[in-house]
């Protein structure tokens, strides 16, 4: 996955550079800002886990989102 497919992913998700980052479990949005400028990679499952986020229907994507992100209350 190169930078300009993980944003527009991002984008059609309607997330936020920090609700992206929660969501793959990166350290902060300064993560998400360097892969979308290329400065660092998708890793493999993140770039499956998106690609499968971004065949859904947008509705369905934010369901599995919000289902997922009750983990990270832990």
Not at 5 to 11: D, M, P, S, V
Not at 23 to 32: G, I
Not at 60 to 70: G, H, L, S, T, W
Request: no cysteine; net charge positive; hydrophobic share 40%.
């Amino acid at each position: 996955m190169d930078a300009n497919e993980f944003k527009a992913i991002r984008k059609s998700l309607n997330l936020t550079q920090k609700e992206m980052a929660e969501l793959l479990e990166l350290s902060s949005f300064t993560a998400v800002s360097n892969i979308e400028i290329g400065h660092r990679n998708v890793g493999k499952f993140s770039a499956k886990f998106l690609r499968y986020l971004d065949s859904m229907k947008l509705d369905r994507a934010n369901k599995v989102i919000k289902e997922i992100n009750q983990f990270h209350k832990e």
